[in-house]
């Protein structure tokens, strides 16, 4: 607010206008920004550039296959050159029906405003019902401009199945179960490509030196899986540029290879695009056949990265991308393979590197180290993407997340969990030495996060796009028609690698569910154990201590209520300081939360209190960046919610106002914008209304029965600003609640151990929220308490 004397007219004015903005509906503001991604498809030049780049993000890992596949489904070499037609055909088939029809033209559409993955899924699930198990959202929270919902017809078959869906817990905790197995095979799939991918373009190596040893393979290959995951902290902003050149060299030479390869070995591999072939293939083969199909899955692995890896690129460019270079490309290589393959069927074991011409042997294998490099970078920046997720929705331990760029929000680095999908890489890689293997362990993880993506899209389009049942059926039909037979084949290779992805996905989703459970009653012992808003009130402005100068943020799970910690701080304590806030940092099921959104802020109780409640909401891709002042932007949400206040106490109706104070409540949705020298409060200011159970009244009028001392009656905005500058003047210390847990004598055996080993163990390793927040150590005062369940 600008300062010095104004005269009353132009008072008047601005404050009418800032009156008739504060009442005017936000949906033009908040459709204009909901719409920023989708307003990117109406420039066709920005459309093609994106489709280029996206090749080098999303398409590396399907793109990289082609090295593998073949081998895989023949580990014991070929016997009949139909078997490679038929093999040849349900590659085709499985490339049309799930990456192209499944994932391009129906998956990607279910993008949570570009943002893709599993999570994804789940966040939009969460938004359009009441399934999220920590129950900690408030309708104030639906108001952001990224927060999209619909609404239904009770009658509707949409309605019905929401409330089947939101009747009973365990339906509740049977899709976060679903969501944390495809979240933890994804992860295992993010070991598992640059494995394969890596050990696939080092075997180059060994087809020009035939007496090599397969041990400088693995050693290669290492070696490149150390470099890759040690550059890991320094982002991919200045070598990124280089991904979509690589990958679509990559993609023109594997199709133009491939085209070569059909006119000059064989030709009559083109029958292969009739299905036909497809059951004299497994009618033929029977249970070998059967088992193959472990091998022919592994041609459209990737599809789900291509999903996860969506990031901010457009439904419309990633589609064009896929259609025009990556489909046909992949198409050309396969079958320029199988022609090879049929006139040669002694190599299949190494059919890509042996069909490429002697003239560009070299060249290509540098290019297909590079393409595997770039294909292993994405699935690596995808699983940091996924933990960063899984962290946000209160489903992993907190880690330290490192923002590797200032011009794009989704790359990220997590060291701890970088360092552990190394050592596991290479103990997979030197473990095995077998691609076939390792081929089975990829396929396992890919194939079960398939499934699990079809059964999200069923409420997905019920829910969030009210399809007809008819066409759910169609499309879940299709999807397991495909992916159950993949599955099936992939169970009897469980003995010969697929048991690794299993392990990994096991160890991952006991960590995520404890965390969650955890995480889960800690937020129910919080709500149970509140204090009485009607207690704190009885106790007076001085609440029955000594108010020493000075701010306190007291840290709480809880939007809403005065947590338990409080009143064990000020019944132990002697004194409180002379300002207090609640201060609650909540994530929601959106991706991001605008910084203008960021913070809610509140009075609690009369104004001579100098009580607060400040809930500072996050998206599950915001960072908590080291150069962000926490402390610093909620003294700034604090002070422009009291200037605020006392510009609606100033130019409303006293009456009016009074019986306003007496049944609602404030809560100042802030944005501060500075204007040269002056702080300039814009009418994009939200206000919203909490429910009235929550027990905490506003400050009242004049006329109310509350004591209040003449010199508080007369306190101006400016009083109160210098009252608040003062106490942070005078020192800010923040208070967190240090809760253990601990499971009861009379639990069972399996719950002993969950509370009081696992997750005890994950509280003790995981970073604190004063670090994450970069809390000063000096200005930190840890309540401890301990809570049975």
């Given at each position: ?114 943002q893709g993955g599993t999570f994804a899924l789940y966040s939009l699930l969460c938004r359009h019902a009441k399934v999220n198990t920590i129950p900690n959202q408030h309708r104030t929270d639906e108001q952001l401009t990224t927060y999209s919902r619909q609404t239904y017809d009770e009658n509707s078959l949409s309605g ?630």
């Amino acid at each position: 607010m600008a300062s010095g004397p104004v005269n009353e007219e132009t008072n008047k004015g601005s404050m009418w206008e800032l009156d008739q903005n504060l009442d005017q509906p936000m949906d033009e503001e908040a459709g204009r920004l909901r719409n920023m991604y989708r307003e990117k498809k109406f420039s066709s030049i920005l459309v093609m550039r994106l489709a280029f780049q996206s090749l080098g993000v999303v398409f590396g890992d399907l793109g990289t296959s082609p090295l593998y596949v073949f081998y895989n489904t023949f580990p014991h070499g070929v016997e009949d050159a139909e078997d490679i037609i038929g093999a040849l055909s349900l590659i085709i088939y499985s490339l049309t029906l799930i990456p192209l029809l499944k994932y391009v033209f129906v998956v990607l559409r279910a993008n949570d405003n570009g943002q893709g993955g599993t999570f994804a899924l789940y966040s939009l699930l969460c938004r359009h019902a009441k399934v999220n198990t920590i129950p900690n959202q408030h309708r104030t929270d639906e108001q952001l401009t990224t927060y999209s919902r619909q609404t239904y017809d009770e009658n509707s078959l949409s309605g019905k199945f929401k409330r089947w869906l939101e009747s009973h817990a365990y339906k509740k905790n049977a899709l976060l179960i679903l969501v944390l197995v495809g979240t933890c095979m994804a992860i295992g799939d993010g070991i598992l490509t640059p494995v394969i991918s890596v050990l696939s373009a080092s075997g180059g190596i060994k087809v020009d030196h035939p007496k090599m040893s397969n041990d400088v393979v693995v050693l290669v290959a290492v070696v490149i899986l150390v470099g890759l995951f040690s550059m890991q902290h320094y982002g991919t902003d200045k070598v990124g540029w280089l991904f979509a050149p690589i990958v679509l060299l990559w993609f023109l030479l594997i199709g133009v290879i491939g085209a070569l390869n059909i006119w000059k070995y064989d030709s009559s591999v083109l029958k292969a695009f009739s299905p036909v072939y497809i059951y004299r293939y497994l009618r033929r083969g029977k249970r070998d056949s059967w088992v193959s199909l472990g091998g022919i899955l592994l041609s459209i692995t990737g599809t789900e990265a291509l999903f996860a890896d969506l990031c901010h690129f457009p439904v419309l460019a990633v589609q064009i991308a896929f259609t025009t270079i990556v489909f046909p490309c992949l198409l050309l290589a396969y079958t320029g393979q199988a022609a090879y393959i049929i006139c040669n069927p002694g190599h299949v074991s190494d059919a890509f590197y042996r069909s490429i011409p002697d003239g560009i042997y070299w060249p290509m294998f540098i290019i297909a180290t590079a393409a595997a490099i770039v294909s292993s970078q994405a699935t690596i920046s995808a699983t940091f993407s996924i933990i960063k997720q899984a962290l946000a929705l209160g489903c992993f331990p907190r880690v330290k997340v490192v923002h590797t760029s200032r011009k794009f929000l989704g790359q990220i680095y997590i060291p701890d969990i970088n360092w552990v999908l190394m050592i596991l890489c290479i103990a997979v890689t030197a473990g095995f030495k077998n691609q076939s293997q390792i081929g089975n362990a990829y396929g396992t993880a890919v194939v079960i996060v398939m499934v699990v993506t079809t059964f999200l899209m069923i409420p997905i389009m019920l829910l969030v796009w009210r399809s007809h049942w008819i066409l759910v059926a169609i499309f879940t039909a299709l999807s397991l028609l495909v992916e159950v037979p993949y599955l099936s084949a992939v169970l009897f290779k469980i003995g010969q690698g697929g048991w690794v992805p299993l392990v990994i996905a096991a160890a991952f989703l006991i960590i995520m569910y404890v965390w969650h459970y955890g995480t889960v009653k800690r937020y129910e012992f919080e709500m149970h154990s509140k204090v009485s808003m009607a207690w704190i009130l009885g106790l007076g402005p001085s609440l029955g201590l000594v108010r020493v100068p000075g701010i306190g943020f007291v840290y709480t799970e809880l939007a809403s209520g005065v947590p338990h910690i409080f009143s064990h701080f000020i019944t132990n304590l002697p004194a409180i300081h002379s300002v207090v806030v609640f201060v609650c940092v909540k994530y929601l099921p959106v991706y991001t939360v605008p910084i203008e959104e960021r913070f809610l802020v509140k009075r609690i109780g009369p104004k001579n209190f100098h009580m607060f409640r400040c809930v500072a909401r996050y998206g599950y891709k915001d960072l908590h960046k080291k150069d962000d002042d926490f402390e610093k932007m909620l003294f700034d949400s604090l002070s422009l919610h009291v200037r605020l206040e006392s510009m609606m106490e100033g130019y409303s109706d006293s009456e009016e106002y009074s019986l306003f104070g007496q049944h609602m409540e404030k809560s100042i949705d802030l944005t501060s914008t500075e204007n040269g020298n002056e702080n300039t409060i814009y009418s994009n200011v939200d206000l919203s209304y909490a429910s009235s159970c929550d027990l905490i009244q506003p400050a009242q009028s004049q006329g109310s029965s509350l004591v209040r001392s003449s010199g508080q009656t007369s306190q101006t905005t400016g009083t109160e600003l210098e009252f608040l500058n003062r106490c942070k003047e005078a020192g800010v210390v923040h208070i967190l609640g240090n809760t253990i847990v601990r499971a009861r004598r009379e639990s069972g055996f399996a719950k002993k151990i969950a509370v009081d080993y696992i997750y005890a163990f994950l509280r003790r390793i995981c970073r604190e929220n004063s670090v994450i927040f970069n809390v000063p150590h000096e200005s930190l005062l840890n309540v401890g308490q301990i809570f049975y369940i």
